[in-house]
């Protein structure tokens, strides 16, 4: 761990960054404009993980495959999970993003069925697996539960595992879209049983290099382990909203290049 009253000087330049950062205004360009385009609850957090998903490569192509997703799911993603015909699916063909292709899409949409008919939805998974100190064990559990129906092996490695030292950095940034109040109507907070305090930082090559150069981060992986420490660091800032400090990490490498 970092020293204490080290972190602590750092507290009111990242501050500053989250408030200049954390604003609507810059959501444009980033994945989690495509949940935006949505109001209901199921539809926000269905289209949020799927998009989060894919949420790695280029991001033009991120939004244009954000934007096909939201076609094959007839702009209506909890109605069409729940009431998709095999002929609905076919709408899947051709769809391909990276390595998450055709019949990874069908599988995910199966899947999201599955859970919300018999595990009461995606926050009840998370709920029901947290700790007292982290969301962690949580996305272990779901990735068992998501994955309990017939399915390709390789389709697997489309949602991380932090018990595999996994970073985990698109569905912990899922969590965060899901999770975090926020004042400034960036992230959704629609998730009112789970606490932001339980957050983990989306860790990812641009933010753990801003983590090291600011002394919050030592560990050279981006793994679960990193994760952890730069947990317990940013839980030092602010133990209520540590995520936040996401805003400012990569604020700071995407446009400030620090």
């Known amino acids: 761990m970092a020293n204490l009253s080290k972190i602590q000087k750092l507290k009111p330049f990242l501050d500053e960054k989250v408030e200049l950062y954390n604003q609507f205004k810059f959501i444009a360009t980033d994945p989690i404009s495509i949940p935006h385009k ?14 989060a998903t ?9 939004l244009n495959n954000g934007d096909k997703l939201c076609e094959i799911l007839q ?26 292709n055709t019949e990874d899409l069908k599988y995910f949409i199966r899947a999201l069925k599955f859970i919300y008919e018999e595990h009461n ?35 697997e490695k489309h949602v991380s595992d932090p018990e595999k030292n996994s970073a985990a950095k698109r569905i912990n940034m899922f969590l965060r879209w899901m999770i975090r109040r926020d004042t400034n109507g960036v992230d959704f907070g629609i998730w009112k049983r789970l606490s932001p305090s339980l957050l983990s930082c989306p ?37 209520k909203d ?12 995407a446009f400030e290049n620090f």
């Open 54 to 62: 894919i949420a790695w490569g280029n991001r033009k192509s991120i």
């Open 203 to 239: 860790l990812d090559v641009h933010s753990g290099r801003i983590a090291r150069e600011l002394g919050l981060l030592q560990r050279m992986q981006n793994d679960a382990k990193a994760v952890n420490e730069l947990d317990t660091n940013l839980r030092l800032l602010d133990p």
């Open 121 to 155: 939805g995606l926050e009840s998974i998370f709920q029901k697996h947290q700790t007292k100190n982290s969301l962690q064990p949580a996305i272990h559990q779901f990735k068992s539960i998501f994955f309990q129906l017939d399915h390709e092996k390789r389709a």
């Open 242 to 253: 540590p995520v936040k400090y996401d805003f400012a990490l990569f604020g700071l490498g």
């Open 38 to 51: 949505f109001q209901k609850k199921e539809d926000i957090e269905i289209v949020g993980f799927l998009i």
């Open 75 to 100: 702009f209506e993603p909890y109605d069409f999970i729940l009431n998709h015909t095999e002929q609905d699916l076919k709408a899947c063909k051709g769809f391909v993003h990276r390595t998450f």
